[in-house]
């Protein structure tokens, strides 16, 4: 597939990382010179140096064979008339990223379809929205949905004392008549391991479970965590990701304080939002935390502009008696390192909106699919039909590459099933499979035979 890329950010450095990997025929453009040297040095890519809302850029790099563009640089125009142009030019596929919320309401007199783009991804919408899927998840630090949410991906940290410390892969399968779940994916001082039955859970361990929903509270049971509904909530940053956050909690009777150091962006949450208790402070001052009650936080969410902010505010929260913390940081590498800090939850929204436009890409074969966060690894979901050369086919004998977990199999009917080797394969199968990126294409193309 060709794939145009404009914008050398975050965002799209992540995209070229992914995409090159998967061989694809990648070309990224940018105007910061030094941007593209650090890419075209890392990544089997093609670089172009110029403004990507420049019609003749973007017919001398062939636009018009593209089969999916995608603009996410810092600036809503480019991207819009960037994705435009590329409309003009034929390409098959368009996405942008968008900032702005004044651009995707309903009021907007130009819609998506008009702007010649078939997906448009607001950061700050995205990072709310997991921000929320996250908060509701208790001890868990993220989880994907599979099969209409039949079937879910949960990660939880191993704490010390857990009864699952010390077990063996093999030894956990043989629960599996008390608890229906896998683990399939494990990071372990920053590396990624897909287990074999010899590996053993340790203390500090991120791991991994693909169950069935219904079975969530079994699991969480086994792992002797209680989660207890949020009552309490404190969000330190009153910008549009805190602003939706609080709004989408009090519509669920949650009790949620906002704190936002600028008096006059205070004034207008005041008026925007109905329950909320605004605080005007920088959110780093203990007496100000605990005179506000932040040892009765559930949960305390740092989503301000300053990745040193957020990361200080959140230890601080943690440590005078918040349960959880959700922080959002800018660097995406920076994730695995602040759960050794004691931090919960680490969001970066950059690797959301990526991982949004992955999941784009993935379509056909591939009916969704999750990069996950801080991992090496994906889950991708796919639709066995009866053309597929292995169907009814026992798992076993089907050449998955090495690494590889088919870790649920969704029926026809809605029967969730959590395989071994003997489990057959029928027409109308959903499979959630999981491995490293670097499998991605192999297991592709083993889907399309």
Not at 344 to 349: G, H, Q, R, T
Not at 358 to 376: C, E, K, N, P
């Amino acid at each position: 597939m060709k794939i145009v890329i404009i914008g050398a950010g975050e965002v799209g450095r992540h995209l070229c990382q992914q995409l090159s990997m998967e061989e694809h025929d990648v070309i990224l453009v940018d105007r910061n010179p030094q941007k593209l040297q650090r890419a075209e040095a890392d990544l089997n890519i093609m670089t172009v140096e110029g403004n990507g809302a420049s019609a003749r850029i973007l017919d001398e790099i062939g636009t018009a064979k593209a089969d999916l563009f995608i603009a996410v640089t810092n600036i809503d125009e480019v991207n819009l008339i960037a994705c435009l142009l590329a409309k003009e030019f034929g390409a098959s596929k368009r996405i942008a990223r968008v900032r702005s919320e004044e651009y995707i309401t309903s009021s907007y007199p130009i819609d998506e379809k008009q702007l010649g783009i078939d997906l448009i991804i607001n950061p700050d919408m995205a990072m709310a929205d997991e921000i929320m899927k996250v908060s509701r998840l208790g001890a868990g630090f993220e989880m994907v949905d599979f099969a209409h949410g039949d079937v879910i991906i949960v990660g939880y940290r191993i704490s010390e004392g857990n009864p699952l410390c010390g077990m063996s892969l093999q030894e956990i399968k043989n629960l599996k008549e008390l608890y229906d779940f896998v683990i399939v994916a494990i990071v372990r001082n920053d590396h990624t391991i897909i287990p074999r039955g010899e590996d053993t859970i340790r203390p500090g361990d991120r791991a991994y479970f693909v169950l069935k929903r219904d079975n969530l509270s079994m699991v969480e049971e086994l792992l002797q965590i209680k989660n207890n509904p949020l009552k309490t909530v404190f969000i330190l940053g009153g910008g549009s990701v805190g602003y939706q956050v609080a709004r989408t909690m009090e519509s669920e009777n949650i009790e949620v304080f906002l704190i936002e150091q600028d008096p006059k962006r205070c004034e207008d949450l005041a008026e925007q939002l109905k329950s909320t208790v605004i605080l005007n402070f920088d959110g780093l001052d203990a007496r100000d935390l605990k005179q506000e009650g932040i040892e009765n936080a559930d949960l305390f969410v740092s989503v301000t502009g300053s990745d040193t902010t957020n990361i200080l505010s959140s230890l601080l929260a943690k440590h005078h008696g918040a349960k959880k913390t959700i922080t959002r940081i800018s660097r995406p590498d920076f994730i695995p390192l602040l759960g050794n800090l004691g931090i919960d939850v680490a969001l970066s929204s950059r690797l959301v909106a990526a991982n949004m436009i992955l999941r784009f890409v993935r379509r056909g074969i591939i009916v969704s699919a999750a990069a996950l966060l801080g991992t090496a690894a994906e889950a991708m979901e796919f639709l066995a039909s009866e053309r597929w050369t292995y169907i009814n086919k026992q798992l076993k004998e089907i050449p998955f590459p090495k690494g590889t977990i088919v870790a649920a199999i969704v029926r026809r009917d809605g029967e969730v099933i959590i395989p071994s080797g003997d489990t057959q394969v029928l027409p109308g199968d959903r499979l959630i499979i999981f491995s490293k990126r670097d499998t991605t294409v192999k297991i592709e193309k083993l889907l399309s035979l």
